[in-house]
């Protein structure tokens, strides 16, 4: 006995419940931007500073800052970092700048201020944690903010979750809810376009865009 096919609809309706089930993804940035400030004292030639970020439940992430030079007192230096892996904000615990001195007759070395900035896509940046770092260092040690109390980085709200994207639909801060990834976020419904017509970020549904892929037929009029 033949059974008929799904509709449209069912389809349509068994891919969202699908969508559903699936953990929601974090807005991540890819690119952050160090500014830090020295103090009275130069960074002396061969020593080490790292940029080091704790995040929940996964291991510390390390970016080295120098690569050998001295950094003159009273100077800021700011480095741009392009991350291979995206970061949740939102997952950060705590962040810190490792020094390691050059050599034992080094000087210690200190801070000013030091500051992360994310840069998200399609927003202004903001400061890692709201969070400035300073002090001083003497041989090896690290500088680090506080730790954040793990309920201080569930979502609070909607946009705590948005990946600004429109496409794959409006994620939803719902830490209740079965669906919800570690930080209480539920992934939202992708967008359902009409009939032969596709989403893309910059332009929303829109028709196929057809390519002419042979000669262009001739104006149909009457014969000369």
Same mark, same amino acid.
């Given at each position: 006995m033949n059974r008929p096919l799904p509709s449209l609809t069912i389809w349509t309706m068994l891919l969202a419940l699908a969508w559903t089930t699936l953990p929601a993804a974090a807005p991540t940035v890819s690119h952050l931007q160090v500014r830090i400030t020295t103090g009275a004292a130069e960074l002396t030639a061969g020593s080490v500073v790292e940029l080091r970020i704790y995040e929940s439940g996964r291991s510390v992430r390390r970016f080295p800052l120098t690569h050998g030079e001295s950094w003159p007192r009273d100077s800021t230096r700011v480095i741009p970092l392009t991350l291979s892996e995206g970061l949740d904000p939102h997952a950060v615990a705590r962040i810190a700048l490792y020094f390691r001195a050059a050599g034992p007759s080094s000087p210690p070395w200190e801070i000013g201020a030091a500051e992360v900035d994310v840069e998200p896509d399609n927003a202004p940046p903001e400061r890692l944690l709201n969070a400035t770092l300073s002090g001083v260092i003497a041989q090896r040690g690290e500088l680090t903010t506080e730790e954040r109390d793990a309920s201080a980085m569930r979502c609070a709200s909607d946009a705590d979750c948005d990946d600004h994207r429109s496409c794959n639909g409006r994620e939803r801060c719902a830490?209740? $809810? #079965?669906a919800a990834d570690s930080r209480g976020c539920v992934k939202g419904l992708p967008l359902v376009c009409p009939v $032969?017509?596709?989403?893309?970020?910059? #332009?929303g549904c829109h028709g196929l865009d057809n390519a002419v892929t042979g000669p262009a037929a001739a104006p149909v009029g009457p014969s000369p």
């Open positions: 830490p209740r $809810n #079965r $032969n017509q596709v989403c893309s970020e910059d #332009r």
